[in-house]
């Protein structure tokens, strides 16, 4: 084990994990066909290609980590497609993905001709005051089959704009799904009177894991909105505020506000912090008179077939209000009878899009991300939606008649981000498969004023800003049976394990079969959890969930075992004797990430085959196969090369064969776009004219 760097504090020097600094490195250089090493043996029978996607930086950062220490999820994303198609080698080839957005954010770097209209990062977000916000399509795939198709097509996804289809074989993007005229945008209604303009790039909120019924040949995903009074509603301390409203001149109100938090901070006399936070709340009142912010709460599942139009319906609940979302919806399932949204624990207020503005003052920092940050809901909302429901009620999204549909909500205790279904519903029931992040902030990153949970004077170490924060509790694996029509829970099992599910986040299983089907019950479902880290532990983290209602282990049990550290485990979940079957626990200072299982052959066994992921340890960046049936005895061989530096990779999918893409389903980018960029400044049109629209030709 290599010695503590002077960065550790003296509390965790002793028998720790190292958290790997290749984790936080990514490069943004394009390969092509790269022949990697190989340590071990490699399966003579495995087969296809494995799709593995993360964020690698902005267009100006030169990769990851970024200098600044903003999140390493704010960043393009880069596709790694590793070929197992030749005998006794495995090649890599991996491309930036470049939607329109791409390339106006190229086009508009400081001291460039267009440079005044130009991106910067806000936390997780990358955005323009002129031009909208980046579509960066960094976090999954969906592979899709439509009845009319002869090959497999393949998706990008992200939380925050439109997927986009790429071509499998060279990795380029395609087209956008659904046209920009079919998607609600989030600011789509705010009217900025000193710039009476809409964005070009709309800000535009679905989820990153879209769900394909390949029995029915159709695609499902969301479109959904906050009202300006949802949003502020994220912010921490601001439901314990009263309501009031009062009419002040901007530059008087916003000249009080800095003059009283230079007072607060060069007196150190935090007894105004009441005061602060109501002059807080008449800047957001303002800000809403001057913008004229006129959002509201909506909630769209959309469906499409391959071809045509985006088909959607308005989720409502039964006493007719809409469908509200507090948090995200980062996953929705599909199933025979029924689609399944939540409402997932990946935060997103306004702690999520503010970076570190006042970093010559800690203190002050320290207090904004106080007033701002709250803890994930510490319950899941899900809503079932009757398909049969569908079927009766459909209008193109295009359209602007609206089409209500009544959906479910069911609570379920414990937080979580993904879930997978069944596709079956025997005598009606739908049977979900749950992981719950208990006590942790994914959607939160270490930032250069954290410091240490074990020594608060002390800062975390330099090269982890970014990376996302320990978590406070013990994850939990749950299994729950739902009567699909009435919403009621008729069945519950939860599990954890000690050495296992320590942040249980990423996922594979068998999700076709030979046919090209899916199973219509999961039977094994292989996870990885992200671990304890000493490093990882801030006494942000730690303050931040001191009154977490579901707490297992004691948060002072938990320091004590992150100071130790517990490594990431791979494991395999037997789903209807909620059983861990098999595990492999990784070697200390070692980071797992992104699990893919690839099937043996033509076989429908969810076990016999490989599971293929990212390992991230000391300088190295590595890909390790393991056997699926039995991961207990290690990885059969490592993939590795020089050039081969993902960093902090995300979801992934197999394909049995890649080809040039056949469909014929295409949204024109220059028709796309213009009737936004027509509202726009002629300059705007210009920048499209010139740097968007010739690489769409």
Known sequence: MKEPTQHM????????????????????????????KIEGHLPEDIQGHVFIVAPVGSVNSGGLPYPDG?????????????????????????????????Y?????????????????????????????????????????????????????TYDAGRPYEIDTDTLEVVTPVGSNQEWRGQLDKVNFPINAKKFPFKSILSTAHPAFDAYESKMFTVNYGKSAKSFIEDIAWINNLNKFYEKAEPFRLMKSVTEFISDVFQKNEFRFLILFQNKLKKLVNLLENIIKIEMEDFTYLICWDGVGELKRWKLILPDGSPVKI???????????DYVVLMDTAFTAGLSQVTNSYF???????????????????????????????????????????????????????????????????????IILHVAHICAMQVSAWLRKYDVSAYKPHHPVPSYLHGMEHDEMDISRMGRYVINGDTGKLIESKVIWDFRCTWGVDLYSYLDRLPTGLPPGQMENIYWSSFGLWPQLMTKFIFDLHKDYKYQVIPRSKVLNLAKKGIPPCLFRLHTKSMVIADRYEFPCGHMMLSPQFVPRGNRDSSTNGYIVCAVCFEDKNEIWIFDANDLAKGPLCRLHHPDLKFGFTLHTTWLRQVASRQANYNIPVEQDYQDLVDKNDPEIKKLFEDEVYPHFS
């Open 359 to 429: 970093t010559e003052n800690k203190e002050l920092e320290t207090l904004l991300r106080h007033l701002l940050e709250r803890p994930a809901c510490p319950d899941s909302k899900f809503y079932i939606v009757r398909r049969a429901d569908l079927k009766a009620k459909q209008t193109p999204a295009s359209s602007q008649k609206e089409v209500e549909v009544v959906v479910r909500q069911v609570v379920i205790p414990l937080q979580a981000a993904h879930f997978l279904v069944d596709y079956d519903n025997p005598q009606g029931e």
């Open 9 to 36: 504090t003296e509390a965790v020097t002793q028998g720790y994990c190292k958290f790997p600094e290749s984790s936080m490195k990514a490069s943004r250089d394009e390969l092509d066909d790269l022949k990697l």
């Open 70 to 102: 903003d999140s390493l999820l704010n960043g393009d994303g880069m596709i790694y497609r590793f070929d197992f198609d030749r005998q006794g080698e495995v090649r890599v080839k991996t491309r930036l993905v470049k939607p329109p957005d791409y």
């Open 326 to 336: 507090e948090q995200t919806i980062h996953q929705i399932g599909v199933t025979k």
């Open 104 to 156: 106006a954010d190229k086009a508009t770097q400081p001291g460039t001709k267009y440079g005044g209209y130009q991106f910067s990062n806000y936390g997780i977000a990358r955005f323009s005051l002129s031009l909208g916000l980046r579509n960066q399509l960094n976090t999954d795939f969906l592979k899709m089959k439509f009845a009319q198709d002869s090959q497999e097509r393949l998706l990008v």
